[in-house]
């Protein structure tokens, strides 16, 4: 099992339009005999789940997604030779076409997770998933899409309508992937993406995790 999650941390690197996450302790195990944290961030921070109320439907909230819809068939692309803010197009995706269907989660690999700091390269500057590279996984009608960044339509001018295509197709969107993995380009491997079961939430905190099943089906 390939654990895809980022660390959730004390003032890990995020967007600086929010604040990091703050935590502080409520009991300190030596001095209370119990240990106990408290943790305040918005639900869209570290590794998380985007549910089409984010952007697109206001009505289709987190809980609202049947939960077998956040698992499905890796479908690894690896990017890492792009350069900053490159976008990632349809003819990235193409070769991958005869594959996408709406059992399958696309993981887009750009490197990005390994850079995750508190630095304008990381926060700026990540290859993206282009307008037309989501209008094309939409038509395929994929279940969902992952990226080692923060934000799938990264930071520009594009970032809105690559969300509201997605969001809007029904496919949920994982960002904040740490996916340096290459054994995800060998074999066939299970994703699943699942996010605590918050109501009425536009998304998300998930544990991420990737899986072969074995020969015995378990």
Known sequence: MLDLSQPLYHNCPV???FDPPKFDYILIGPRDGWK?????????????????SHLADFTVNLDD??????QGEAIYVPL????????ITRADLEPYGDRLTDRCVVLLYTGW?????WTREWIYESPYLSNEGARYLAEKRVRGVGIDHFSIGGTGAENEE?????LGAGIWVAEG?????PELAEGEWTVMALPILVREASGAPARVVAFQWGEDGR
């Open 162 to 166: 690559t969300h509201r295509i997605l």
């Open 80 to 87: 890492a030779h792009k350069r900053p803010s490159e976008p």
């Open 36 to 52: 106990l944290e408290r943790v305040t961030m918005n639900l869209h921070t570290g590794t998380h789940v985007d549910a089409p």
């Open 65 to 70: 997604v049947a939960i077998e819809r956040f």
């Open 15 to 17: 967007l600086p339009d």
């Open 113 to 117: 997770g390994e850079k995750r700091a």
């Open 177 to 181: 992937l740490s996916l340096d993995k």
